[in-house]
């Protein structure tokens, strides 16, 4: 029996989509692909969901593959790629739907330590039962232990719990350790059906 709705953030809360920062400050395709392939491709992105560095700290490593005409820019996108993460249509009235049905409600987002300045776009932090963020806890989905450390920090019973996350990868992980899954493309009434809530 489902008692705990536990919550990707990028795509499912909040849309991410760097294409939003890259068309604000790129003017041409070829200037996109380089910053895409850098910044939102390098590895930087992924140490900052460990947390073994900060946003900012993105930027320099960075810069020394990206040709210099384009340092500023690459700045402006460091600083300010979370101008896409808006709520996603639906996800405020599904949130409050399962709250009132009495279920516990969760997230759990490979983010940066940026998480917690754009996240309150969507509900402040206290909305939630528990929310935990890969950089805080240095582990990241769809690595194991990340679902094990959640289900432990929050003492929750897999078996109880629905992980919702737009990423196939990181429903198997949850799977992994006994966590219903389900994979969002977009309608919060798919999962009501699917799980009957």
């Known amino acids: 029996m489902i008692k705990n709705i536990i919550l990707d953030m990028g795509n ?21 692909a380089i910053i895409r392939k850098e910044l939102f491709g390098g590895p930087e992105w992924i140490m900052g969901d460990y947390g073994t560095i900060t946003n900012a700290e993105r930027y320099e490593p960075v810069s020394k ?3 210099e005409r ?5 700045k402006e996108c460091v600083d300010k790629w979370d101008m896409c993460m808006e709520p996603i249509p639906g ?5 409050s739907y399962i709250k009132e049905k009495g279920y516990g409600i969760y997230v759990l987002s ?7 300045s ?27 232990r990340i679902y094990e450390h959640f289900l432990n920090t929050y003492h929750l019973k897999a078996e109880e719990c629905l992980f919702i996350d737009d990423r196939t990868e990181n429903v198997e992980g949850g799977q992994s350790v ?10 919060f009434d798919a999962i009501k059906s699917a799980y009957h809530l």
């Open 12 to 32: 499912v809360l909040l849309s991410f989509d760097p294409e939003v920062c890259l068309n604000a400050f790129l003017s041409t395709e070829e200037d996109r």
């Open 65 to 67: 593959r990206v040709p």
């Open 70 to 74: 384009l340092h500023t820019k690459l």
């Open 91 to 95: 996800a405020r009235e599904f949130c």
């Open 110 to 116: 490979n983010a940066c330590n940026g998480f917690y």
């Open 118 to 144: 754009y996240f309150p776009r969507f509900r402040e932090i206290s909305y939630f039962d528990g929310v935990m963020v890969s950089s805080d806890v240095h582990m990241i989905k769809p690595e194991k």
């Open 178 to 187: 006994g966590i219903n899954g389900f994979v969002f493309e977009g309608d």
